[in-house]
């Protein structure tokens, strides 16, 4: 039988790579990429993956695209994914989250009556500043970067595309990912990465510090990248998900001080720890509530523990 084709924006990357291997079980899977921060060993040599290196800013790479297959889902994940990278250089940032979204909005709304769900990827960085715990769906926005900013501002074109257009979509508000593969060394690093790698060199027995910005009371909502890819299908395939928005998190909280506790006891080894000024454009706490998501199916599969279990045991073979 004759596979359906999907489109994976920035499936290069960290998160877009872990979708791609699972939508490859049942798609062909067209992905496109400009390599800036994702990296070709983040996908499978495999007969039904299509690699197109290409720029979402640039509409003429995504109109080649949409003229040369027809796609039963997009995934819209490509993105400067940094709050400090839209601060510096906004611009360039808004060219990419907020005129690459309009771009595949409008080849895509060409496919619409055979497009059967256009998914983009959100953030939590839309509440920005907005005090109240957890975070709702229906919860004020306050962005306070211009990342924030550009990714809901995008979120609503996408649903403003499906009233004028009849382009089916959800958008899908992600907390804080973590998960193999995650690169330490980027600008775009989560913070679990650059824990990981701290944990790993010092076991090695380099020298190793963690850089914690302000005193750790941070509060944040840890998803591992499984949950995450789980929950992208799952707004992709539901009826129920169209023209809406969902979280998508783990729906625990920690202090960024009791994660790296949690995470010493896991690797036996302990961090030393330099503490720096907070950060512009950081939010103190954050996270979610998932009941949304859960009402249409979703579960998420790992806790906190179990998933730095899995992300250390990962990443300590790499270091081998």
């Known amino acids: 039988m004759r596979r359906k084709t999907v489109l994976v924006t920035g499936g290069a990357g960290f998160i877009g790579g872990h979708l791609v291997e ?64 839209s601060i510096e250089e906004p ?49 004020a926005i306050a962005p306070i970067t211009p990342y924030g900013i550009d990714k809901y501002a995008a979120e609503s074109y996408v649903l403003a595309y499906s009233r004028l257009f009849g382009l089916k979509s959800s958008a899908a508000r992600f907390f804080n990912v973590y998960g193999p593969r995650q690169n330490p060394q980027s600008p775009y690093s989560g913070v679990l990465s650059i824990l990981t790698d701290c944990i790993n060199r010092k076991i ?14 941070q509060v944040r909502d840890f998803v591992y990248v499984e949950d995450i890819v789980a929950g992208l299908i799952l707004l992709a395939e539901s009826e129920e998900s169209q023209a809406e928005v969902f979280n998508i998190a783990s729906g625990e909280r920690h202090s960024l001080l009791e994660v790296i506790a949690m995470y010493e006891l896991i690797a036996g080894e302990k961090l030393s720890l330099t503490q720096r000024e907070e950060r512009a454009g950081d939010i103190h706490q954050s996270y979610a509530d998932i009941t949304k998501i859960e009402k249409i199916g979703y579960r998420t599969s790992h806790t906190l523990k179990m998933g730095l279990r899995k992300y250390h045991e990962y990443s300590s073979k790499a270091y081998v």
């Open 22 to 85: 699972r939508l490859l079980q049942n798609y062909r899977v067209v992905v496109l990429d400009n390599l800036s921060t994702g990296k070709m060993t983040n996908l499978p040599d495999h007969p039904h993956l299509d690699f197109i290196f290409g720029d979402v800013s640039q509409e003429a790479d995504i109109l080649t695209i949409f003229e040369n297959y027809q796609f039963s889902y997009v995934y819209h994940l490509a993105a400067v994914a940094s709050v400090a990278a």
């Open 91 to 139: 611009l360039v940032t808004h060219q990419t989250n907020m005129d690459g979204t309009i771009h595949i909005l409008n080849a895509a709304k060409e496919q619409a009556s055979t497009l059967q769900k256009f998914v983009f990827a959100s953030s939590a960085a839309v509440y920005g500043s907005e005090p109240t715990l957890p975070k709702h769906e229906t919860s």
């Open 204 to 217: 090695m027995g380099n020298e190793a510090s963690f850089q914690l910005y302000g005193d750790g009371s």
